[in-house]
Structures are given as C-alpha cells and as structure tokens.
C-alpha cells in the first residue's frame, strides 16, 4: 500500500524551547536524570541527548538545566499548529513539536509542493518559532524530510530510496536497532531488504511496523472499518463552560464512550479529531495521533492543550475565551484492536464499577479530587509514592534506575508525611554529629523521636551519603542516613542534614 504525500513541520529542540532556552544557549531538558533535549549550542560542545546531568555539565560547565515540561510543551505548540492550520486544514498533532497536513490538495492549490513546504515554513519563522518543513510518501519519511537541512521535498515514488542510507537510529527504537546491527544490518535500506514474514517471526509485531516504515509504507495497515459519523460523541454546555476543566472533564467521558463504542466492533482509534465549538460561532478543530491507542486521560490532556491557545490572558489559566458551547471527539483512522489482557480472576467488571464511581466523585469534588497512589522509582522513601488523579497516566520520568543513595530494601512500613524531628545521642550526652568524609563524631547510644523519651540504641548502621542537585545551589542537599534499632524493638531511617536529625521512615 503506497502511503499518501503528508507535509511535516518540526520545530527541533521543543522540550528546550517550551522552557524558555533559546537556541543559541547552552541549555538541556532533564527527566529521569538524564537529557531529553538539548540546544544547538549545547550539542556544538558535545552535549548529546540520553547523557546524564553530571556528564552533560563536565562537557559544558555553564550548561543551562531545566526540568522538562510536558504541559508547557503542548500548550506552547499549539501556537504553531494555529500559525499552520491559518493556511491549510486539517493539522494533525503527532506530538509537541511535530504536525503534518496532507499535502496532495494544498500543493495544487499553492503551485507546487516546494512552494507549499517553503510557505508553511515561513509561516512558523514568523510566529516566532524555528522550524523544518518536509514532504514524503507517509509521516515516517516527512518528518526525517524536515530534519534534513531545514526541509526538502522527496519525489513520489522515491520515500524507500531516501530512506535507504539513513541509520537504524532513526526508527526511535534502540533495542531493535541495536539487535540489527550486531546482526549485521546497517541501514534502513539493509532492514527494507529482509523478507517481511521473516521479520514478523523474529521481531514480532513492533518489529513488523519498523519493517513497514523501512521500506517506507504505513506502519500499519487501517481497519476495514470506515470512521463513519455514527462513531462521532458530542456533548453540549448548557449554558456555556467558562472553565477549561469543566469541557477537559467531559471530553474524557467522552473519549470513555468513544473508546467502548470502537472496542464493541474489534477496532480501536490512533488518530482522534477533537472540535470545540465556541458561544460566538469560533470552532477550533486539531487532529490528534498517538502510537498506541490515545486513553480517556490523553484525550483530556490533548483537549486542554487544545485550549491554552483561546486564552485571553496569561493570568486566567483555566478561562475559556468566550465560553464552551460544545465539544466534539471523531475517530479519524481506525486499526484492527489487538486486544487486552484481562485481570487473572476476571476482575474487569470491578474496576469499571470502581471507574464510574469514581468519575460521579471528581464531578462533585474536581479532577484532583480522587487521587490514587503509585510506587515509582525513586531515592527516598517518601518520594516512590505518588498521588496520581483517578484516569490520569502515570507519571513518567523516574527511571528503575540504579538510584546512588537509595535506601536498601527492605522498604519502610511507614513514612510520615513530613520527617520527625529526632535527637541522636553518643553515651556521653552529646550530638552525633557527621563530618564532609562521613566520618561519625561517636557511635550512637540514645535516640529520641519527635519530643519523645530518649530510647537506647541496640544497633545501628550507616551513614550512607546522600548528595543531590549538586549542581544547583539554590536547590543542592546534602545528607547521611543511618538505620537505627532501639533496646525496645523499634527500628527507624534517621538522616542527619546541616547538624539536624530527622527520622525519615520506620520499619515494622
């Protein structure tokens, strides 16, 4: 199947520039502690992406570091897919940072598609952003098309050519292209070259799709089933909705509807058309696309970035300009549903129970207002577990690891919100106190915890140093833990930062 001619405008280095690092700054975007993006200045003195902070910062010692932000990242880009949908329709979102638009009608309508790429690429420069404009056979090839010098436009027909020489890297799947090329594959042309079912046997699905874009089709083949307008949900605000979260709200219930509607036909929806219809007559319409299938959480997300460019000022963060008159989600391309595994007692029935109880609570108290808790990656005891809102995706950016300073297992039975305030004593009576090479002024003998009698110290262990964003003054900790066991039984996590003791868990 030939893909279709798709234009794609990437604007390089997103997550650096929604957190207000210019291009010509050395600056990178950190998550999980290590770099997501960095700048063309930073990469100019061999800062790369995937390098640890540590790392980054030998290379380049006045490094610019900001924690990454995915909100901003796609509020801030919808002033780009505006700046493109003012000259052509149907802008498609593939993710902050990268659109497309098909190509075939605005071509002819612009005198050619080198016009077309050079005026859409002219059109975001002056909105402020800097950008790369490409047309190929397929979203795959266009948007390596935009990376390439600023844009070029492939001849139809040549997308599996141009592909050929470029590296296995560039299919964002390392694993997979790290197999290859012990194997001896090198390039997309020598993956492209491999027989097809004999891919699918060795590389299962994943690598049947990366086979697909090698030789320059569509990573899937779509469903037989059309998105006809019977699969479209729409919901009307009576009267308008001010607040973003109200029409943020529905539009998850919604995609809720959506999502059982598809599954009851074996099909499930990889890009969504989301339309806002506003109390003056406005509509504001974007495509959404998603690897995966786009979750009830995600569409919301999307709906509120939707939103953030219908701000009448920086300081009403949740007012809609002009107010909500009604909201509506379309699947746009359906695939064939591979299914999910269910819960191994059959508890399904359960949770969607529990999901639509949950949803009539949030109605009343707010989106935050149900929150369940997650065990993430993590240094310290209280910071594993995360309060995420009922429906929302679990948060990313923690890494399983390995975390320097960790607390060894096993874990704590408990953790107060906020660390006690401890005592530590040697048999003397004075503080136990830590030096910079971690060297322990006495053994400890008494521990007395939040106000509490001073109990007998029976065993003990540690310190175990702790140096965080050292790299950062403002926010720089350091500190030494201990594992404490009183003559009563009691066993604590004491850490001692700046002289001061504090007992951050206890075990059972």
Do not use: N
């Not at 390089?12 to 291009?23: E, L, N, Q, S």
């Not at 505006?82 to 009608?105: D, I, M, S, W």
């Not at 990366?210 to 009576?238: I, K, Q, S, W």
């Amino acid at each position: 199947m030939t893909a279709d001619r798709v234009l794609a405008v990437w604007c390089p280095d997103w997550p650096a520039t929604a957190v207000g690092i210019d291009a010509a700054t050395p600056g990178a975007v950190v998550e999980g502690g290590r770099l997501a993006a960095c700048t063309a200045a930073a990469r100019a003195v061999g800062v790369r992406r995937g390098q640890r902070v540590r790392d980054a910062q030998r290379r380049c010692p006045d490094l610019v570091v900001r924690e990454r932000d995915a909100g901003a990242e796609g509020r801030l880009f919808e002033t780009v897919a505006e700046a493109v949908a003012e000259l052509v329709p149907k802008v498609e979102v593939v993710r902050p940072g990268l659109c497309a638009v098909p190509a075939r009608g605005a071509a002819r309508f612009y005198g050619g598609e080198e016009a077309l790429r050079v005026h859409l690429q002219d059109a975001v420069v002056e909105a402020g952003y800097d950008c790369g404009a490409g047309i190929a056979d397929g979203l795959f090839a266009a948007e390596l098309a935009a990376r390439r010098g600023g844009g070029v436009v492939v001849p139809e027909g040549g997308t599996a050519a141009f592909l050929a020489p470029l590296p296995l890297w560039v299919l964002d799947r390392p694993e997979l292209a790290g197999l290859l090329d012990r194997l001896g594959v090198r390039t997309l042309g020598d993956f492209a070259a491999l027989p097809a079912a004999s891919v699918a046997d060795r590389f299962g699905a994943d690598g049947a799709a990366a086979h697909r874009l090698a030789r320059g089709e569509e990573p899937r083949p779509l469903a037989p089933a059309a998105a006809t307008a019977e699969r479209t949900v729409r919901a009307a605000f009576d009267p308008p909705a001010e607040r973003a979260e109200q029409v943020v709200f529905t539009a998850k219930r919604l995609a809720g509807e959506l999502h059982a509607a598809l599954a009851a036909g074996g099909t499930t929806c990889v890009r969504l058309a989301v339309t806002i219809g506003f109390a003056d007559g406005r509509v504001l319409e974007r495509l959404w696309r998603h690897d995966g299938t786009l979750s009830s959480a995600a569409v919301a997300e999307r709906v509120r970035w939707q939103l953030a460019a219908w701000r009448p000022e920086p300081g009403t963060d949740d007012a809609v300009w002009g107010g909500v008159a009604w909201v509506e989600l379309a699947p746009d391309q359906l695939v064939p549903d591979t299914g999910r595994q269910q819960a191994l007692w059959g508890q399904s029935a359960v949770t969607e129970r529990v999901a639509r109880a949950a949803d009539r609570v949030q109605a009343l108290l707010g989106h935050a207002g149900v929150v369940r808790p997650l065990l993430v990656a993590g240094r310290d005891p209280g910071e594993r577990v995360v309060r995420v809102p009922v429906g929302d995706l679990p948060p990313d950016g923690r890494p399983d690891g390995p975390w320097p300073g960790g607390v060894p297992g096993p874990a704590p039975a408990a953790v107060p919100p906020e660390p006690l305030p401890a005592e530590v004593t040697d048999a003397a009576g004075a503080r136990v106190t830590v030096s910079a090479r971690c060297a322990v002024s006495a053994p400890p003998a008494w521990i007395a915890v939040g106000g509490g009698p001073a109990e007998e110290v029976a065993a003990w262990t540690g310190p175990w140093p702790v140096a965080e964003r050292w790299w950062d003054p403002a926010r720089a900790r350091r500190r030494a833990r201990f594992q404490v066991v009183t003559a009563g039984g009691r066993a604590y996590l004491a850490a001692v930062e700046g002289g001061r003791w504090r007992i951050e868990a206890v075990y059972d």
